[in-house]
């Protein structure tokens, strides 16, 4: 007797919408959504800390662009051979939209950003850095959204009941165009939903991050050391589930290799930072004090007099 399968999860129709000439593309949707939230969680958190609120918003400044541009080009210099073959257009290097963002250049380059900006305005890292993990994460999560509307970067076959289905997709044309076409409603093949497993292993991560920076009272960087680690960790296991096309090292995904090696650095920082929470030094200590990584009002902090 067959076994039925219950339910799939189907994948959108369409990734791509059209106001007049102008394309809506759902993957750069998500991209600035996961931003703008990533925003708002860090303001939050850096001021509670009793960080200035403008310290945020000029290393926003310095680091989406740095991001955008550090996350292209690890895409392209890991998936040079999409861009530049002898039927390739090197063009489409360009076209961020389309898909293809990696999260190992986009983390390093905006990384690399904040730090000199920090340094030249003579900032400690630390609390910055402890402050955007869970937000830089919760962003992570929504991204993967976007994978799911480009139907990329999904797992290998499989009949579980949670199985995504890969629509085709067909253009004005009835040429094939997976990224920006339309659905026949013909299903190519049902696959792990790799990117609702990352998806959901990013939201745990923002969750146990939110809760770890209290309990143990980390400090110095140890909160996006730990933010490292976590992902690496969920990520290792889900790149090993993917079957898209991958360059592969010794016949190994690259994404494979880069996480065990990040992961190993991530927590060879976790132990030498230094134990213990720190705070900004870039508020008027006049008005505000920090117990507990809160910022109260120094009246309320007082002890009163004997």
């Known amino acids: 007797m067959e076994t039925q399968i219950l339910a799939n999860i189907p994948s959108p129709p369409q990734g791509v919408w059209h106001l007049g000439p102008i394309p809506i593309r759902a993957?750069?949707?998500?991209?600035?959504?996961?931003?703008?939230?990533?925003?708002?969680?860090?303001?939050?958190?850096?001021?509670?800390?009793?960080?200035?609120?403008?310290?945020?918003?000029?290393?926003a400044i310095v680091v989406v662009p740095a991001g955008i541009i550090g996350g292209r080009l690890y895409h392209v210099a890991t998936d040079y051979d999409k861009y530049f073959c002898a039927d390739c257009n090197p063009v489409?290097?360009?076209?961020?939209?389309?898909?293809?963002?990696?999260?190992?250049?986009?983390?390093?380059?905006?990384?690399?950003?904040?730090?000199?900006?920090?340094?030249?305005?003579?900032?400690?890292?630390?609390?910055?850095?402890?402050?955007?993990?869970?937000?830089?994460?919760?962003?992570?999560?929504?991204?993967?959204?976007?994978?799911?509307?480009?139907?990329?970067?999904?797992?290998?076959?499989?009949?579980?009941?949670?199985?995504?289905d890969i629509y085709r997709r067909v253009d004005e044309a009835g040429r094939y165009a997976p990224v920006s076409g339309h659905s026949t409603g013909e299903v190519l093949t049902s696959v792990h939903p790799t990117f609702l497993y990352e998806l959901v292993w990013n939201v745990l991560v923002c969750l146990f991050l939110l809760w770890a920076h209290r309990a143990w009272k980390l400090g110095h960087g140890r909160v996006f050391a730990l933010y490292v680690m976590a992902y690496t960790l969920g990520r290792f296991f889900v790149e090993n589930m993917r079957a898209d096309d991958a360059t592969l090292v010794f016949g190994v995904r690259i994404n494979v290799i880069v996480s065990v090696?990040?992961?190993?650095?991530?927590?060879?920082?976790?132990?030498?930072?230094?134990?213990?929470?720190?705070?900004?030094?870039?508020v008027d200590w006049r008005h505000q004090k920090v117990y507990g990584g809160i910022a109260q009002p120094a009246e309320a902090a007082k002890k009163p007099n004997r």
């Open 27 to 59: 993957y750069a949707l998500c991209i600035v959504v996961g931003i703008l939230v990533a925003l708002w969680m860090t303001l939050r958190r850096y001021t509670a800390m009793g960080g200035n609120p403008d310290t945020v918003w000029d290393a």
């Open 92 to 164: 489409d290097a360009l076209k961020i939209t389309n898909g293809g963002l990696g999260i190992w250049g986009a983390v390093a380059l905006g990384a690399l950003a904040v730090a000199v900006l920090f340094k030249f305005k003579k900032i400690p890292l630390g609390p910055f850095a402890d402050a955007v993990a869970p937000g830089l994460i919760l962003a992570q999560a929504i991204g993967r959204l976007g994978n799911w509307f480009n139907q990329e970067l999904y797992g290998r076959e499989t009949d579980v009941p949670w199985a995504l």
């Open 261 to 282: 090696v990040v992961f190993l650095g991530a927590a060879i920082a976790f132990y030498l930072l230094p134990r213990g929470q720190e705070t900004p030094h870039d």
